[in-house]
């Protein structure tokens, strides 16, 4: 696992837009993984800038995301599906037809989350996938207790999750109780995983995921088991790490050839 310690989230927001970019300069249909949340935004900004300024091609870019709320419409402004076209697809010029993720709205949502997982290996696997941590250390919606094998399913959103996405509606009744969200088994299959985190509110999460013992109370700590994870967070987020010091030295003497 790298960690890289940056000075704000427009930093981290620059660093893994240009990890994205170069991928697509050598891989121009890879399948980017995305996040949702007010984390990985400054990611999808830099991003949609270096396409404007025609520094990258995302024409034949695939898009697939990483988890779906159960029981709301597409066309549902908070629907993940929604979000994802609003703040991804469309600033990047993509067309739905590029778009891919699970449906919330299935009456058979376990058929759904099975048909989800299979698309995704179909495709050919997930090149890079962007990921944000709870501040119970949770990624994608696998919320604390998950197992560490887990594929693509439905999960039951903790107190504390519903009361963090509160914010993104009127009011906590309108936060939905259950997810389909890809498995932390299903997660670890990415080629290349990135997790953002920023803010002071995530530092025990992240210490916890990074140099804490491998443990499915701490699902981001699975992280520990991928063969190329990056840990990209601030100054805030990285306040509770202890090898903060070594991180930035490591970094700091990396090869430029070895990219993020």
């Given at each position: 696992?790298?960690?890289?310690?940056?000075?704000?989230?427009?930093?981290?927001?620059?660093?893994?837009?240009?990890?994205?970019?170069?991928?697509?300069?050598?891989?121009?249909?890879?399948?980017?993984?995305?996040?949702?949340?007010?984390?990985?935004?400054?990611?999808?900004?830099?991003?949609?800038?270096?396409?404007?300024?025609?520094?990258?091609?995302?024409?034949?870019?695939?898009?697939?995301?990483?988890?779906?709320?159960?029981?709301?419409?597409?066309?549902?402004?908070?629907?993940?599906?929604?979000?994802?076209?609003?703040?991804?697809?469309?600033?990047?010029?993509?067309?739905?037809?590029?778009?891919?993720?699970?449906?919330?709205?299935?009456?058979?949502?376990?058929?759904?989350?099975?048909?989800?997982?299979?698309?995704?290996?179909?495709?050919?696997?997930?090149?890079?996938q962007l990921l944000?941590?709870?501040?119970?250390?949770?990624?994608?919606?696998?919320?604390?207790?998950?197992?560490?094998?887990?594929?693509?399913?439905?999960?039951?959103?903790?107190?504390?999750?519903?009361?963090?996405?509160?914010?993104?509606?009127?009011?906590?009744?309108?936060?939905?109780?259950?997810?389909?969200?890809?498995?932390?088994?299903?997660?670890?299959?990415?080629?290349?995983?990135?997790?953002?985190?920023?803010?002071?509110?995530?530092?025990?999460?992240?210490?916890?995921?990074?140099?804490?013992?491998?443990?499915?109370?701490?699902?981001?700590?699975?992280?520990q088991l991928h063969?190329?994870?990056?840990?990209?967070?601030?100054?805030?987020?990285?306040?509770?790490?202890?090898?903060?010091?070594?991180?930035?030295?490591?970094?700091?003497?990396?090869?430029?050839?070895?990219?993020?």
């Amino acid at each position: 696992m790298e960690v890289v310690i940056v000075p704000d989230s427009a930093a981290g927001g620059d660093l893994i837009a240009e990890a994205m970019a170069d991928l697509l300069r050598r891989k121009p249909d890879a399948l980017l993984g995305v996040a949702t949340g007010s984390t990985p935004l400054p990611v999808y900004e830099a991003l949609a800038a270096k396409v404007r300024a025609g520094e990258v091609d995302t024409s034949r870019a695939r898009i697939c995301q990483l988890d779906e709320y159960v029981g709301l419409p597409y066309g549902h402004p908070e629907s993940y599906r929604s979000v994802v076209l609003r703040e991804v697809v469309e600033p990047l010029g993509l067309t739905d037809e590029a778009f891919m993720g699970p449906d919330g709205t299935a009456e058979d949502v376990a058929a759904a989350c099975a048909d989800y997982d299979r698309a995704l290996a179909e495709a050919g696997g997930v090149d890079l996938q962007l990921l944000g941590i709870g501040t119970d250390g949770h990624i994608g919606f696998n919320e604390p207790c998950s197992s560490l094998a887990s594929r693509t399913r439905i999960k039951t959103l903790t107190q504390q999750t519903r009361q963090d996405n509160a914010r993104f509606f009127s009011g906590l009744d309108e936060v939905p109780h259950h997810v389909i969200t890809q498995g932390i088994g299903t997660i670890l299959e990415a080629r290349h995983l990135v997790l953002l985190a920023t803010g002071e509110a995530k530092a025990d999460a992240v210490a916890l995921a990074v140099e804490g013992p491998l443990s499915a109370l701490v699902p981001a700590s699975a992280l520990q088991l991928h063969p190329h994870a990056t840990v990209v967070v601030d100054e805030a987020a990285a306040s509770r790490l202890k090898l903060g010091d070594y991180f930035r030295a490591t970094y700091a003497a990396k090869p430029a050839w070895q990219g993020l």
